[in-house]
């Protein structure tokens, strides 16, 4: 049974120009076993992809609703979806 998943956030706050996304890569390589990508948005925010399995997923998750990240995260949105596939590692764009 494959009980991989797909995490989609957007974080907002003051997250962009002080180290999120690199941040945040090196948290998901810490937990290990995702795939994905952090990147920056016009708006702003910072959009979160991350494919691997549910309880990673929500490690991250959780990292970066109470984890001591760069800059202030004001909220995190989230939703769920199914594994897509194709990424090979964790990177920054």
């Known amino acids: ?3 991989n998943v797909r ?11 002080v180290g999120f996304r690199w941040w945040t890569r090196a948290t998901a390589l810490e937990i ?3 795939g994905g990508y952090a990147g920056n948005l016009e708006d702003g925010r910072v959009q979160i992809v991350a494919e691997g ?5 929500e490690r991250l ?3 970066l609703r109470t984890g001591d ?3 202030r995260v004001d909220g995190v949105t989230e939703i769920w979806g199914v594994s897509r596939g ?3 590692g964790f990177e920054l764009r």
Do not use: F, I, K, S
């Open 1 to 3: 049974m494959n009980d």
């Open 7 to 17: 995490l989609t956030a957007w974080v907002r706050g003051r997250v962009q120009g």
């Open 32 to 34: 290990g076993g995702l």
């Open 53 to 57: 399995d549910r309880e990673r997923c």
């Open 61 to 63: 998750l959780d990292w």
């Open 69 to 71: 990240t760069p800059g």
């Open 86 to 88: 194709g990424y090979r």
